[in-house]
């Protein structure tokens, strides 16, 4: 029963964490000024996808509430393909948290850049944006502490990497540079905005995320009651021998 209970607050510690990261991807994206490389190809994809038939399709219309190819549907659709590719190439890294994030993250982006189009962020100055970028790097920093010490899994974006990495023995962090990088230039030639906003994030988030991870896997330990329980089960030890 104790299991149970820790499996159900880490999945809603993991919600939580996702819908957080998406409401930073969301600020992002009311801000026009640029954003992460994934996000940039988020909005590239869902650009072009609005110039074809997609965008009349019923389940597209459900998932975004709209006639049109949202950047929550496009964000679906790329985490679909890369599923996919994971499923064929490496199935044993796709745990729980890897399928949530499949079919929630879309619809989270898109219902999160609907409550922050109701703040007047597109109408301020560039500096007040630039800070507001600052802000969302934050927000996803915080989300994605929370997220990952969740410890039931991570999106397809951010397994692809790795299995890259094992694959072709590569350093991971020459990996994933490329990957971003890859994202970056796609999503540019697709339409997506590259900003000062752009150079922001890659600057600040990884340090942010640094910064986080502590209190996040604080925060994540507090809740579930791993550190008492494993206390009590040492202490249990001492006293039996």
Not at 55 to 68: D, L, R
Not at 207 to 221: R, W
Request: with cysteine.
């Amino acid at each position: 029963m104790k299991e149970v209970s820790r499996l159900v607050k880490r999945l809603v510690l993991f919600f939580i964490g996702m819908s957080i990261i998406q409401f930073g991807v969301a600020v992002f994206l009311q801000t026009s000024i640029g954003s992460d490389p994934f996000t940039v190809f988020t909005q590239g994809l869902a650009t072009v996808l609005n110039k074809t038939g997609l965008k009349e399709f019923s389940i597209v219309q459900m998932i975004s509430g709209s006639t049109e190819v949202t950047p929550g549907v496009a964000n679906m659709i790329i985490l679909i393909a890369l599923f996919i590719i994971i499923l064929l190439t490496d199935m044993k890294r796709i745990k729980i948290g890897t399928l949530i994030c499949v079919v929630g993250v879309g619809p989270i982006i898109d219902l999160n850049v609907k409550l922050v189009s109701y703040f007047p962020i597109e109408s301020a100055n560039i500096l007040i944006k630039m800070l507001i970028v600052l802000a969302g790097c934050f927000i996803i920093s915080a989300g994605f502490s929370i997220m990952s010490e969740s410890d039931i899994g991570v999106a397809p974006n951010d397994i692809i990497p790795f299995i890259i990495k094992d694959k072709l023995n590569f350093q991971y962090r020459w990996v994933r540079i490329a990957f971003d990088a890859t994202f970056l230039i796609v999503g540019f030639i697709l339409g997506g905005k590259i900003g000062i906003g752009t150079i922001i994030s890659m600057l600040a988030i990884g340090a942010f995320i640094q910064f986080c991870l502590p209190y996040g896997k604080n925060l994540v330990e507090f809740i579930i009651n791993e550190k008492d329980d494993s206390d009590n089960d040492s202490n249990l030890t001492v006293e039996l021998n």
